[in-house]
């Protein structure tokens, strides 16, 4: 029996091997960026790393942590990197977010940046302070209907430095349908002195990813990943009459800023911390704060109920925290010829409606902080 | 093999008008109808084109001659031209991306979709009917990618034209576009009596 | 259908987990572009546009805002309460991101009601998509029209 009928399959499972072998070699050699080298700040930092994959995620591999909003898809345009080197045109998905000034200087966005070669960079100084954290949750703990407190015990480092009023990622595990860990920020609510924790208040917004894990998933005892401290939300050491404002989840980079004063001794300026909430069951630990307004003579705590129910038996202040604040500057805040300045935490809606009613009694806008990832 | 005795110089003017793979052919028609609505796609796609054909042309030449026909494998054509069509695009593909990300990103999907154009592989199908040279080969896959290229760039600005225009509703899109395709083809009919190379 | 790299990439993204908790598809298992189709075709028979539907949700969105966290009552006919996190969501078709700002809306004369983001009014808008079956931001064609009358 002739095995000729065998000559046109095996020809043709030739030919595709030679050429299946074609592309996997020109993929390997294409395809292969080797070993580049990134030079950060002219010398002050040098890696060394395998390219193909974007200067976002090479950076985040070698630990240092370019702030990004959108996960590196290139909707956000807050990953951006100064390269010196020459990688290319500006592409047209980072086009929208780089002005005339950027395009010039050489500012990309890092998550379109595909790493193939040696690269110049220059970052800002504080992303060299961010660390990838390992922690275990100590303690979580009801604050309101939808707001916990999460009170976590850093295991590596086992301290952390930080300034009262900056914030963290962390870091949820797949659970559910949700198949890879996803990062959210949280403002710290413990003070820096206590050094080997972290505590965060977490409220829970319906179909948050983070949101829901804590309040679903996360147990005492577990060990998660955080990336701490990021943000430039924190104390101006001035004498200026400092005015506070919170909302919900919103007190807890205040709570660290007033207990971190209150434990350094910095007491002798005026401080203004006014919280707004719906009703009773929407406030918590106003009992320490108020202890502390009882010692500390130039601190003034404020609570005020938007919707005060009658069975809340409300006899504190009532009304839109921006009605209240407005009433305390045109009256107990004695505020005449003071310089100010405002410190907010809280829903965009509500730090805007501050905003506008700071700046309409004497406090100028460049000197009203806030996070601006909010 | 018994290549045609074709003046070179009237090849290339043959593929690339008298005998348009897309006109005169009317191969390579469903990248052509959908990608002509803008003329940037349009004109990358063409030159994506015309790289693909030029080498996959090439390339089925040298498999088929010496390949196929001396093991006799020529009725497998059909397949082998295909996988090679395939391949070829890949690794276009991802040398291009590698030489230069910015036209990566412009011609972007076109390139993958070229595998499914009909016109490669009917390029390829024609040359071994004709049974030409190499050299006449390249020419006939370079001409045929140039014409296809300016087809796709005539279109594209004319429809940009017919857009503007008081279409009945019911012919707006595809029903407009392939009545000019028509016109068009009609118009390059009268280049048949000028140049004929099939 | 054969979908774009784009349409591709955005209903990766809708995917549980990758945006939000619960993905902008709901149980829905029609791919992205003939969800679109489908609700192209219902808003074209009702006689809307997704433009005008968006820039009026919008307004009233925004209006609402002002109530910092409380109902509010909007031209005497919506009643509008928005809630509002920290933080950013990008769309899925990668274009943006928006801040984390929801609103119910109701129409006090016909009792309709509709919940709505920043991101799905965009949604709504721009790429003409109203989420998928099941999920909890799908605006059903009739609710938007209903809604919205006078």
């Not at chain 2, 052509?32 to 996959?56: C, E, Q, Y």
Request: aromatic letters at 8%; one cysteine or more; glycine letters at 8%.
């Amino acid at each position: 029996m002739s095995l000729a009928f065998l000559i046109g399959p095996l020809a043709i499972g030739g030919i595709a091997a030679v050429l299946a072998g074609i592309i996997s070699v020109v993929d390997s050699i294409v395809n292969n960026y080797g070993e580049c080298k990134i030079d950060i700040n002219s010398g002050q930092k040098s890696l060394t790393v395998t390219g193909g994959s974007s200067l976002l995620q090479l950076l985040a591999q070698e630990r240092i942590f370019v702030p990004s909003a959108c996960g590196g898809r290139g909707s956000c345009g807050v990953c951006k990197v100064r390269v010196l080197s020459d990688v290319g045109p500006i592409l047209p998905t980072e086009l929208p977010y780089l002005e005339e000034e950027e395009r010039e200087n050489g500012t990309r966005l890092s998550c379109q940046i595909k790493v193939k070669d040696d690269m110049d960079i220059e970052i800002p100084e504080e992303l060299f302070n961010i660390k990838e954290i390992r922690g275990v949750v100590e303690e979580i703990n009801d604050m309101t209907h939808d707001i916990k407190e999460v009170r976590v015990k850093l295991i590596d480092p086992p301290q952390l430095e930080f300034k009262a009023g900056q914030y963290a990622q962390l870091e949820s595990k797949p659970y559910g349908k949700i198949k890879e860990p996803a990062q959210r920020a949280y403002s710290m609510s413990s003070p820096p002195h206590d050094r080997d924790h972290l505590e965060f208040y977490v409220r829970l917004v319906p179909g948050g990813i983070v949101t829901t894990w804590t309040f679903e998933e996360l147990q005492e005892g577990e060990k998660i990943r955080l990336i701490a401290p990021i943000g430039d939300f924190h104390m101006r050491d001035t004498d200026a009459l400092k005015v506070m404002i919170a909302g919900g989840s919103g007190m807890a980079p205040i709570k660290s800023i007033v207990l971190d004063m209150w434990e350094k001794g910095d007491t002798d300026k005026p401080v203004w911390f006014f919280f707004g909430a719906r009703t009773r069951k929407d406030l918590f630990y106003t009992e320490k704060l108020k202890e502390i307004e009882s010692k500390w003579e130039n601190f003034h705590f404020i609570e005020a109920l938007s919707e005060p129910t009658p069975e809340d038996k409300w006899d504190g202040e009532v009304g839109l925290i921006t009605d209240v604040l407005d009433r305390y500057f045109k009256g107990e805040m004695n505020t005449n010829g003071k310089p100010m300045e405002g410190y907010l935490c809280g829903s965009p809606g509500m730090i805007d409606a501050c905003i506008a009613v700071m700046t309409k009694n004497g406090i100028p806008e460049d000197k009203i902080y806030y996070d601006k990832f909010a | 093999m018994n290549p045609p005795p074709v003046n070179l110089a009237v090849l290339l003017f043959a593929s690339v008008f008298t005998s348009n793979i897309l006109l005169a052919n009317f191969l390579g028609m469903c990248s052509f109808i959908s990608i002509s609505k803008d003329v940037t796609s349009s004109n990358g796609l063409g030159m994506a084109v015309i790289l693909v054909l030029t080498v996959t042309t090439a390339v089925n030449w040298v498999v088929l001659r010496y390949v196929l026909i001396p093991l006799g494998l020529v009725y497998l054509r059909f397949i082998i031209f295909i996988v090679v069509i395939a391949a070829v695009v890949q690794v276009l593909e991802m040398v291009i991306e590698r030489i230069s990300e910015a036209l990566y990103i412009a011609l972007g999907i076109f390139l993958p979709l070229i595998t499914v154009n009909c016109a490669i592989l009917g390029v390829s199908l024609f040359m071994f009917i004709r049974e030409y040279s190499f050299v006449q080969t390249v020419i006939y896959g370079f001409g045929s990618g140039v014409g296809w290229w300016l087809a796709i760039l005539a279109l594209s600005t004319i429809r940009q034209r017919v857009e503007k225009a008081p279409v009945p509703a019911g012919l707006k899109g595809p029903g407009i576009t392939l009545i000019t395709i028509g016109f068009m083809a009609m118009a390059f009919m009268g280049f048949s009596g000028m140049l004929q190379v099939q | 259908m054969k979908m774009s790299p784009t349409l591709q990439k955005a209903q990766e993204n809708m995917q549980p987990g990758e945006i939000t908790g619960d993905g902008f598809l709901g149980d829905d298992t029609r791919p992205l572009v003939d969800i679109i189709e489908a609700d192209e075709e219902r808003f074209q028979a009702l006689g809307l546009s997704f433009e005008e539907v968006a820039e009026q949700l919008t307004r009233l969105l925004d209006r609402g805002r002002e109530g910092l966290g409380e109902p509010i009552t909007v031209d005497g006919r919506w009643l509008v309460k928005v809630d509002e996190a920290r933080g950013f969501l990008p769309c899925p078709f990668e274009d943006g991101i928006f801040r984390k700002i929801t609103a119910t809306v109701t129409n006090r004369n016909n009792q309709t009601t509709v919940l709505v983001s920043q991101l799905s009014l965009h949604l709504l808008g721009h790429h003409h998509f109203l989420e998928g079956r099941g999920s909890s931001f799908r605006m059903e064609p009739e609710a938007a029209r209903d809604v919205l009358a006078r």
